[in-house]
T-cell receptor, first 115, second 112 residues
Framework: DTGVSQNPRHKITKRGQNVTFRCDPI?????LYWYRQTLGQGPEFLTY????????KSRLLSDRFSAERPKGSFSTLEIQRTEQGDSAMYLC?????????????FGDGTRLSIL | GDSVTQMEGPVTLSEEAFLTINCTYT??????LFWYVQYPGEGLQLLLK?????DKGSNKGFEATYRKETTSFHLEKGSVQVSDSAVYFC???????????FGQGTELSVKP
């Protein structure tokens, strides 16, 4: 079990730049989730995929955010025209749909810092 | 909307003390309930879960019972160790897709 892998671990960028994060889920998991966590808070749901279909998006996901999972394996989260308020830890999780309410396995996250 | 409220931290205990971290929830429908733990420098890990009323989840000496009448899922451990120092998150899931709604987290510090 290789776990959920996220890259990069840290990203520092200037305001207004675009950034892209990658998540590789556990190989047999067909659900993939993105969350955002700010300091001192719990993770907040952004969006999730079942296979390649994006099935739910939070209102937190503004037009500047886009996520893809083109082949139902890895996923990318892109933020365009970054703003100071985008500074956060971006977490990816995956789960299986076999059985009821399978637990989500989290990656170590990508920490985004906007200068 | 659905939400989770946890007791505020930080909680500081001496080794071998009894631990309770309170968690209450508001949800439409019948949620599944979870406790996740985040050790320093590490990612979130599932600690335990309960999927229906009166279920007790347990793992590594931690326990939590799903109480529908009080909408609570308090985390307990009889004797904490220094290695239990971490941030603990209570969470619920009500949707078919399984998205998690987290509380704000409670930091636990255990002193030798």
């Amino acid at each position: 079990d290789t776990g959920v892998s996220q890259n990069p671990r840290h990203k520092i960028t200037k305001r207004g730049q675009n950034v892209t994060f990658r998540c590789d889920p556990i190989s047999e998991h067909n659900r993939l989730y993105w969350y955002r966590q700010t300091l001192g808070q719990g993770p907040e749901f952004l969006t999730y995929f079942q296979n390649e279909a994006q099935l739910e998006k939070s209102r937190l996901l503004s037009d500047r955010f886009s996520a893809e999972r083109p082949k139902g394996s890895f996923s990318t989260l892109e933020i365009q025209r970054t703003e100071q308020g985008d500074s956060a830890m971006y977490l990816c999780a995956s789960s299986s749909t076999a059985g009821f309410n399978q637990p989500q396995h989290f990656g170590d996250g990508t920490r985004l810092s906007i200068l | 909307g659905d939400s989770v409220t946890q007791m505020e931290g930080p909680v500081t205990l001496s080794e071998e003390a009894f631990l309770t971290i309170n968690c209450t929830y508001t949800a439409t429908g019948y949620p599944s309930l979870f406790w996740y733990v985040q050790y320093p420098g590490e990612g979130l890990q599932l600690l335990l879960k309960a999927t229906k009323a009166d279920d007790k989840g347990s793992n590594k000496g931690f326990e939590a019972t799903y109480r529908k009448e009080t909408t609570s899922f308090h985390l307990e451990k009889g004797s904490v160790q220094v290695s239990d120092s971490a941030v603990y998150f209570c969470a619920l899931s009500v949707s078919l897709g399984g998205k998690l709604i987290f509380g704000q987290g409670t930091e636990l510090s255990v002193k030798p």
